[in-house]
């Protein structure tokens, strides 16, 4: 059997006034199940693992490739492989959300929702649902059909709903996308309690000016100039060669020199490079084969005398670029190679054609390429509430112990970096 099905019934709305059919449903635990019974007919098909998802891998890739909103992450490859290698993916469930059948009996992928059900979040005693973000998320959000997201995010809510979830969380979510704007309609409209949990910023590449132009329209005067002269001191090394490319000829050698360099550096000092991780290396391995193969990896080496000092890793998604891992020697720290990389290199991918725009996918504020590339991209997180009764008590609760938790883990986060950075100090002293 393919999984439980959910039979065609009715249930009450919040207010208890009205009442609407209710969703069918079927769960896929295994691929082998898909293979040896007929395969899911339902309005949610839901994946109960990361193996149940080969049977739709072209389905739900053909739904990211047209996508108003793409996300690399959620596509079939690499959502496998971090529910495969990354903790807590193996409580990882995917929501296929379809449409009605069509007079032939055909449906729709109309969106794709990676998702935990969460029990006892801040003590709360319903259900919540978490798009599901990792360590190495850069983008959250779910995968919807281009001019029928608000179509998908209803039939999405009505399933929370008749699991009994209390509330939906969003998090790190395109702020200025199709999703966003369906997200917001879909509340106003339906009533919905939500409430943002975080906004930001982050370093974006897009602009109709090509090359060092963009640079030299951007950036402070002082700040190029200076960049400059480490370069022309970068070239006294040797001979410096940036380079753009996909790693096909040499994808084997590409990926050993990118998880040796980065372990090179700090990361490997403290044993969270990579290639020191050996679940994270697999995630990594598997996520580039994954999108080398379909012509999705791109690639810019620095080198000094063929010798790479800074490496970035980027995924494409239609006609954009999202950098995902920077790695750089760090004796040649003097002469700036990720920011030489980051600057030269945009300035190579505003001339490529194939690419309207880059994401940095960097955090806030960040230090170096903040001063780079000029662009900013919005990033939301939001807590909405379902049909259940308690959604309008439990989404401002859910709200304000999410916040305060963000500002407990940065505030922590920036105590441990600060000790470290201490005794590393008094160790090399």
């Not at 919540?128 to 983008?139: D, L, P």
């Not at 620095?302 to 920077?326: C, E, H, N, Q, W």
Request: glycine share 8%; hydrophobic share 40%.
């Amino acid at each position: 059997m393919t999984g439980v099905r959910t039979n065609i019934g009715r249930v009450k709305t919040r207010d208890g006034a009205a009442a609407k059919p209710m969703l069918t449903v079927e769960r896929l635990q295994r691929a082998a199940n898909y293979l040896h019974d007929a395969p899911p007919d339902a309005d949610v098909v839901v994946l109960d693992s990361a193996d149940a998802l080969s049977p739709y891998a072209s389905q739900i890739d053909a739904l990211g490739d047209q996508a108003a909103d793409p996300n690399t992450q959620f596509e079939s490859a690499t959502l496998v492989s971090a529910m495969v290698h990354l903790a807590g993916g193996n409580g990882v469930k995917v929501a296929l959300v379809w449409s009605d059948a069509d007079g032939a009996g055909k449906r729709v992928l109309l969106g794709a929702f990676p998702y935990r059900a969460l029990r006892g979040r801040f003590g709360v005693p319903l259900p919540v649902w978490q798009v599901w973000t990792h360590i190495h998320s850069y983008n959250a959000t779910p995968l919807l059909r281009t001019g029928r997201e608000k179509q998908a995010l209803v039939r999405f809510f009505a399933f929370a709903t008749q699991c009994g979830a209390v509330a939906v969380e969003f998090p790190l979510f395109q702020g200025d996308g199709a999703f966003s704007a369906a997200l917001d309609e879909v509340v106003s409209e339906r009533g919905f309690p939500m409430r943002e949990t975080d906004r930001h910023e982050r370093a974006f590449l897009q602009s109709e000016l090509k090359g060092e132009a963009y640079f030299v329209q951007t950036m402070r005067k002082k700040k190029r100039k200076e960049y400059g002269r480490l370069w022309n001191r970068l070239s006294e090394e040797g001979d410096v060669q940036l380079t753009a490319h996909d790693a096909s000829s040499d994808f084997a050698g590409w990926l050993d020199r990118f998880l040796a360099l980065e372990a090179k550096g700090w990361k490997g000092q403290r044993g969270t490079a990579l290639k020191a991780v050996p679940s994270e290396r697999a995630f990594f391995m598997e996520i580039c084969k994954g999108a080398q193969a379909q012509d999705k990896l791109h690639c810019l080496e620095l080198t000094v005398d063929g010798a790479p000092i800074a490496m970035l890793a980027s995924f494409r998604a239609g006609r954009g670029l999202y950098t995902f891992k920077i790695a750089f020697d760090e004796d040649y720290a003097r002469f700036s190679p990720g920011a030489q990389l980051m600057m030269r290199g945009g300035a190579m991918l505003l001339d490529d054609p194939r690419f309207d725009w880059i994401d940095s996918c960097a955090l806030p504020d960040h230090p170096m390429i903040d001063h780079i590339w000029s662009e900013r991209r919005v990033m939301r997180s939001v807590i909405v509430g379902t049909d259940q009764r308690l959604s309008r008590v439990a989404v401002p609760y859910l709200s304000t112990m999410t916040t305060c938790a963000s500002w407990l883990r940065e505030r922590a986060k920036r105590i441990y970096h600060m000790i470290r950075k201490e005794v590393e100090h008094g160790t090399a002293a």
